[in-house]
């Protein structure tokens, strides 16, 4: 690979230079208070910044948070990752109001050897998510004018064609920071030669978002264990009635066919976890999946069904997992994602997380990180990663 790296700058020397670094800051919220409930991304972030404050750089970093319709929308502020960044760091963040203008001109040219500055939002900017060319490299000027070089650490975003990380690299000498080198090293050992068995688990809402996975994993993969909202789509393509889970009924077809086409490598519940209501005090039951009650909907693998994966996942060499198992955020539903993942960190295998979701899951749960190969910072990157498509930020990287 030919992509320079942090490492490399360093080398040439920065004290004094202005560092623009692109990082992944999109954490989640609480709906209610605003508050930070995972800091994993922040914390993910932390080598490359410090590596560049230790080597007496202007540090400025930007990042996107949430989906604002590139206007700036107080729900989508910077500000208290600034607050959390800074306390991560030891020393303040000083925190830009706006992302190219006014505040973020002064706040750069103020920095200090060994000082960071924040950028708000840039999706503040409509420029930055832009499908026009024109439009997108008039933002990326504005944010080249802030560095002397470029850092990409935002590996949950290399897979999108945004200015700030497409189109800031073709403008500046450009390198890979910490978080970005270790993830594709450690996502190219599943696509190069994985040790085997190769076991992988996934779950979430959606069949429509894992498909081009599934078929680019089902030729690679020995195994592929499917749980979350998108098993009951392979249910009810198994002829299976579902009653009210979630279901993509244009999916089901599709789902046939994979099965089909599968070899025999896709194991789905045997036993699922039905309630009265998507709630977290809803009545609920334990049954087989060709009993699924037509009122009720599936919230959770069941127990018979964490044992059969267990079993799996405890042959395997390589492990590969994204998505939840159920609605892991509700006690009554965590089971299954909860026993999935202990199977994991039982393996006796090189494990890979992948994703904000799964990765939250973890720390929800209490579970031991460090019990974990790699835990990703990137859901849709690592996907995209492992399908073998085109990276746009890792591709500006190259050039
Ligand atoms: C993520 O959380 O998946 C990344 O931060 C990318 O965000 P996006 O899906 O809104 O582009
Ligand atoms: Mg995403």
Redesign the pocket.
């Known amino acids: 690979m030919s992509i320079r790296t942090l490492d490399d700058l360093l080398a040439e020397g920065v004290s004094g230079r202005r560092v623009l670094v692109r990082a ?1 800051l ?1 954490v989640p919220l609480d709906k209610q208070t605003g508050a930070i409930t995972d800091d994993g991304r922040i914390r993910a972030v932390l080598p490359t910044l410090g590596a560049l404050v230790e080597a007496g750089a202007k540090v400025v970093v930007c990042s ?1 948070l949430g ?1 604002p319709k590139g206007t700036p929308d107080p729900q989508f502020s910077l500000s208290p990752v600034a607050g959390r960044l800074g306390e991560l760091l030891g020393a303040p963040v000083h925190f830009a109001t706006d992302t190219v203008g006014e505040s973020a001109r002064s706040t750069v040219a103020d920095l200090a050897d060994g000082q960071v500055a924040l950028l708000e939002n840039l999706r503040f900017n409509a420029g930055e998510t832009s499908k026009d060319e024109a439009e997108r490299g008039a933002f990326a000027d504005q944010l080249a004018a802030f560095g002397d070089a470029y850092v990409d650490d935002a590996f ?2 290399v897979h ?1 064609k945004h200015a700030s990380v497409f189109d800031v690299p073709a403008r500046l000498p450009h390198v890979a920071g910490r978080l970005v080198l270790r993830e594709v090293e450690v996502l190219s050992k599943l696509t190069g030669d994985p040790g085997r068995p190769y076991v992988v688990v996934l779950g979430g809402s959606k069949v429509s978002d894992k498909l081009a996975v599934i078929e680019a994993l089902l030729p690679t993969v020995d195994r592929l264990l499917i749980g979350g909202g998108m098993c009951f789509t392979f249910l009810k393509a198994q002829g299976l009635e579902v009653g009210t889970s979630l279901l993509e009924k244009d999916m089901v077809e599709t789902c046939r066919n994979l099965l089909e086409r599968s070899g025999g490598k896709i194991m789905l519940p045997v036993d699922v976890v039905v309630a009265d209501a998507f709630a977290p005090d809803a009545a609920h039951d334990t049954v087989r999946v060709d009993g699924i009650p037509s009122h009720r909907l599936g919230l959770d693998v069941g127990p018979e069904t964490v044992a059969g994966f267990s079993a799996a996942l405890s042959q395997a060499k390589t492990i590969f997992w994204n998505g939840p198992m159920g609605v892991f955020e509700m006690a009554a539903f965590a089971a299954g994602t909860r026993g999935v993942a202990e199977a994991i960190t039982k393996a006796d295998a090189f494990s890979v997380v992948g994703g ?1 979701d799964s990765a939250a899951a973890v720390r929800a749960l209490g579970l031991d990180e460090s019990s974990f190969g790699h835990i990703s910072t ?3 990157a690592s996907l995209e990663y492992l399908e073998g498509k085109t990276l746009p930020g890792i591709a500006a990287l190259e050039n």
């Open positions: 992944d999109n996107h989906r949950g975003a999108r904000g990137g859901g849709g």
